[in-house]
């Protein structure tokens, strides 16, 4: 390598390329397995039995989509691998307004979810309830605020009182948190007229034999997060764009490099080919030569990259306020995480796409006669 | 063809497209090269020396007739072929030395071998060798940039000699060169053209190559005007300009 300051500003771009790539791809990859990881520490656990007549996508289901929690996993209940949630619709009014939202009721000692439940065992007058912070502001409630909440019950029967919000908990997992009030099991059981019933219930770890029972059908992770997936895949193909972008930067440095050092270096190429270099010979020269500035780029890229990605790895990168507020699931800090896989496949995807792009202005060298390339004269 | 002959050209033509019609560099040219032979094309611009060397450096083949460079006719080499005969076989002397300036001077020197797939004990003697022969054994280690012209000169020749080829073509090897480097870089040829049986043919309208040559082929219009061979007497001059008189000679 000349090592001119061509090369040097070529070979650190194409550094950069790979240092933003790799931490492009963390970034997303750590954001991905962050929503993955919340969904399954907020909302899912290890999987969830659905009474059969549930869908959560069609609230009018919810009349009927309920039932006695099963004998056969009430042991499983009792020793704290399960958990039964019971979910209703109803009517609030904040403020004077109304709202239709979802009553969740959970066990307040519950240890399989991270929803902070705690707070719901109190003995108060009013119906204790803890809420999310986006249904927080979407109310404008706070902890120790009051408001009305109207229901009907099994038999058809309206009811209502008042709610008191005791606690307000903060989650990446909106799903559990838009439009939704976690009230103590046994109160919404008995405001609902559905002694020991359910809608759903949660297992605490991943499930491999699910328990068969009647009116119950076991939801594993792979259908519980199908959705998060498809979200993911979709997501990848945004962040592919970016990729590809910046491969392309890479590219573009790499070729304008090779095509001005070969009409730069005809006279070398000419001396090449008197000294007794086949055109085969010099366009392989040519060509490891592009290739060499993809190695050394890997090289330097190691250098201020692997410090650069750790740090980010540990300090995270601070997701603006109300990014979250957009539907996607967001920490306030992304953690990047770089797989191995991530980091040999960036580094060969790069490296040979170098080596194709410092192959193809090499061709013209196959058409160089090199009587006028010892003359400089050729281009 | 007569087999003490290295070189054999017969009824050869060479023709470039230009506009719509052809300019013909090189007419009827019928030319033998023995074995050791210290010959000159000697001519103005434009004669077609250059065009005439560069065909039996196998680098530009002929538009008809017929080149025989060691057996092998330039016509009907493949570029593989091609390259193989004049890495084996030509050495190159260039009017620019185009050294190769990211390497060292030995590198410059090895690399000829390095194609030659030589051992690197077999590079290193032979490099160091031919750096002798041009008493450039202090500066292995300088870059071209950093050598006078008289001394890229001396590497560019070390370099078509450390293989020790049957035929070293020197393209006006002396044009970039002040008088005293010329006689000094000639001097050194000649030795080895004299020690090693090297056949040297110089394309060149230098004055201070003729007085050296011992063949004087004159071109014009790309047709062989003269072939002569010369007597001692007609190459030396009487003052040298530095050239010492027989200084040098073998």
Do not use: C
């Amino acid at each position: 390598m000349g090592a001119g300051l061509r090369t040097w500003l070529n070979v650190l771009v194409l550094s950069f390329s790979f240092v933003i790539i790799i931490w492009h791809r963390g970034i997303l990859d750590g954001w991905n397995h962050q929503a993955e990881v919340d969904t399954i520490n907020w909302e899912i656990g290890g999987g969830i039995y659905w009474h059969e007549k549930y869908d959560p996508y069609d609230p009018f289901t919810l009349t009927d989509s309920h039932g006695p929690v099963p004998y056969q996993l009430k042991k499983e209940i009792n020793a704290g691998n399960l958990e039964p949630i019971l979910i209703s619709q109803a009517t609030i009014y904040p403020d004077g307004h109304m709202q239709t939202v979802l009553l969740k009721g959970i066990d307040p000692e519950q240890m399989i979810l991270a929803l902070p439940t705690a707070p719901l065992d109190t003995m108060i007058n009013e119906i204790p309830a803890v809420i999310g912070t986006r249904m927080a502001k979407s109310i404008k409630l706070k902890t120790g605020d009051y408001m009305t909440v109207r229901w009907r019950d099994v038999n058809g029967v309206f009811d209502a009182a008042d709610i008191r919000i005791v606690g307000v908990f903060k989650t990446n997992v909106p799903s559990v948190d838009n439009g939704q009030i976690w009230l103590p099991l046994d109160r919404l059981q008995k405001m609902m007229q559905m002694p020991d019933e359910a809608t759903i219930i949660v297992a605490a770890k991943e499930v491999s034999e699910p328990i068969l029972t009647s009116s119950w059908e076991f939801k594993d992770h792979d259908f519980l997060l199908s959705d998060l997936t498809e979200m993911i895949r979709s997501k990848s193909i945004g962040g592919s764009i970016m990729y590809i972008i910046l491969l392309l930067l890479a590219m573009l440095a790499i070729f304008d490099t090779q095509v001005l050092s070969i009409f730069r270096r005809q006279r070398e190429i000419g001396t090449h080919m008197a000294l007794g270099m086949t055109r085969g010979q010099v366009i392989r020269l040519f060509t490891v030569e592009g290739a060499m500035h993809g190695i050394l780029a890997a090289l330097i890229a190691a250098i201020y990259g692997i410090p650069f990605l750790y740090w980010q790895s540990v300090a995270g990168l601070s997701m603006p306020a109300g990014t979250d507020d957009m539907g996607m699931a967001v920490a306030e800090k992304i953690l990047p995480v770089y797989s191995v896989g991530l980091v040999i496949s960036t580094t060969l995807i790069v490296l040979i796409v170098v080596t194709i792009v410092s192959f193809l202005p090499t061709r013209r060298i196959a058409k160089m006669n090199p009587t006028e390339a010892i003359k400089g004269k050729v281009i | 063809m007569d087999n003490s002959n290295i070189i054999q050209i017969e009824n050869m033509w060479k023709q470039f497209p230009m506009g719509g019609g052809k300019f013909t560099a090189l007419e009827n040219i019928n030319l033998t090269f023995g074995k050791g032979e210290f010959a000159g094309l000697v001519g103005p611009s434009g004669s077609g020396k250059t065009t005439l060397l560069n065909i039996i450096g196998s680098l530009d083949v002929p538009t008809k007739g017929s080149t025989i460079i060691l057996d092998k006719s330039i016509s009907d080499l493949t570029h593989k072929e091609a390259a193989q005969l004049r890495n084996h076989h030509l050495g190159f002397i260039f009017q620019t030395y185009n050294l190769l300036p990211v390497y060292t001077v030995f590198e410059n020197v090895e690399y000829p071998l390095l194609l030659l797939d030589y051992t690197s004990d077999e590079r290193h003697k032979a490099v160091l060798d031919a750096l002798e022969w041009v008493g450039l054994s202090d500066k292995e280690k300088s870059r071209p940039a950093q050598l006078s012209g008289g001394e890229s000169q001396r590497v560019a020749i070390a370099r078509a000699m450390v293989k020790r080829p049957e035929i070293v073509l020197a393209d006006e090897p002396t044009a970039n060169l002040d008088a005293e480097n010329s006689h000094h870089i000639l001097q050194m040829m000649e030795k080895l053209n004299k020690e090693l049986e090297t056949t040297f043919i110089f394309a060149t309208h230098d004055e201070k190559v003729i007085k050296y040559i011992r063949r004087k082929i004159s071109l014009l219009d790309g047709k062989i005007e003269k072939d002569e061979h010369l007597e001692m007497g007609d190459r030396r001059p009487e003052t040298g300009d530095g050239r010492p008189e027989t200084g040098g000679r073998a």
